[in-house]
């Protein structure tokens, strides 16, 4: 049996967008949407005139691929087909990055990017164009959820009865990090354990190689969450929400076998990391 493969700074002095000033860095309570700071308010008779950014809407679009795809709103209207740029925080450099942008139609600009599952901030900007100001959305973070093999961090242990072997296919044979096979001898299981921490799900296609009934189960560490009994030759889905579980153990189990339990698996949980 074959596998399956599987983020208005308003002021008399705007900063440029790319500018050499050293970037804020965002404070805790810009986890969820919030103001930047704002510079010190200039005479009304001299201060400039002001334009509103803001971040309507950021999703995952596209999980398997990592799409996300940022609305934003700008007021009034800029120039129709504005570079609007989609920064992103970097926290190891202490900076602001551009990862991608869009063009304005109207009040609105949408901008698309692939990135890895993160927990990241954003914002978007708009340049100056008289008589407004360089114009900053305020920041919003978002976990950004996408598949990848359960295996991409590799195995925090494993172990079983009756000479178990739980077997990761290699990088070179499978790149995506998701197939391995479980095998023990009759009357024996095998488990192994991956990080999931920063996941919400889990999906497990299992195909059954044994010359008998096995049990293919889900652990949060040695507590059992759900299983699926599997007849000869079978093929089966065993999918889970694992949000909060840090430690997950896939087990498989012999039930009536001549052989041992020999289960294929190919296997993906939906991550921020």
């Known amino acids: 049996m074959g596998r399956r493969p599987v983020r208005v700074v308003v ?50 679009t596209d999980a398997t691929k990592g799409v ?52 990241r901030t954003y914002r978007i900007a708009v340049g100056p164009q008289a008589p407004y100001a360089t114009a900053i959305s305020p920041m919003i973070s978002f976990k950004h959820y996408v598949w990848r093999g359960i295996f991409k961090k590799g195995l925090l242990a494993a172990g079983g009865a009756r000479s178990p072997q739980f077997n990761v296919v290699p990088p070179n044979e499978g790149p995506r990090r998701a197939e391995a096979d479980l095998m023990a ?24 190689l044994t010359d008998g009934t096995v049990r293919t189960s889900l652990h949060n560490w040695t507590t059992a969450m759900t299983s699926v009994l599997q007849k000869q030759e079978t093929e089966t889905w065993l999918n889970y929400k694992i949000l909060g579980v840090t430690r997950l153990r896939l087990q498989v189990a012999d039930v009536a076998s001549g052989y041992g339990p020999y289960v294929a698996i190919d296997s993906i949980m939906l991550c921020t990391n």
């Not at 969820?32 to 950014?53: N, Y």
């Not at 925080?89 to 949408?110: D, F, K, L, N």
């Open 11 to 60: 002021g008399l002095l705007a900063l440029a967008l790319t500018g050499c000033a050293a970037p804020v860095a965002p404070a805790d309570s810009a986890l969820s949407l919030g103001s930047t700071a704002t510079a010190a308010a200039a005479p009304a008779s001299v201060k400039a005139s002001t334009r509103t950014v803001k971040i309507y809407s950021i999703r995952t």
């Open 68 to 119: 996300i795809t940022v609305i934003g709103t700008l007021s009034p209207a800029p120039k129709a087909g504005t570079r609007v740029p989609l920064h992103q925080w970097i926290p190891s450099e202490r900076r602001w990055q551009e990862i991608a942008h869009g063009y304005s139609t109207g009040t609105s600009v949408t901008i698309k990017t692939v990135q890895p599952g993160s927990v």
């Open 185 to 208: 001898d009759k009357g024996g299981y095998v488990w192994g354990d991956v990080n999931s921490t920063g996941c919400s799900y889990v999906r497990n296609w299992l195909g059954n």
